[in-house]
């Protein structure tokens, strides 16, 4: 093979390749997380991570991806991303009133 036909000649995508990469740093991150019944969150993959979500969200649905024995599925629905937030306290508070000497 000349030079020439070896710039042509088809290899994996840099897209390929990053996702692999992105795949074995899942794999890797995976086996450090808390697992709760078998069940990993989408968003502690994220933060443990920092893959762009939109690409973790790929890489997780990809077939092919090991899991350790304690895991039985990922969950996808992030509850970060949608935005659900901690209700607030609806307990009121009470205002201090000075007491009058007299």
Do not use: C
């Amino acid at each position: 093979m000349n030079e020439f036909e070896h710039q042509v000649a088809p290899t994996r995508s840099i897209d390929e390749e990053m996702k692999a990469n992105y795949k074995l740093a899942v794999e890797k991150a995976i086996a450090h997380l808390p697992v709760k019944n078998g069940v990993i969150n989408i968003d502690s993959i994220w933060i443990a991570t920092s893959i762009p979500y939109e690409i973790l969200n790929e890489v997780l649905r990809q077939d092919g991806l090991l899991l350790p024995d304690n895991v039985d599925r990922i969950n996808l629905k992030s509850n970060v991303r949608e935005g659900k937030q901690a209700r607030p306290n609806r307990r009121r508070r009470r205002k201090n009133k000075t007491k009058a000497k007299g």
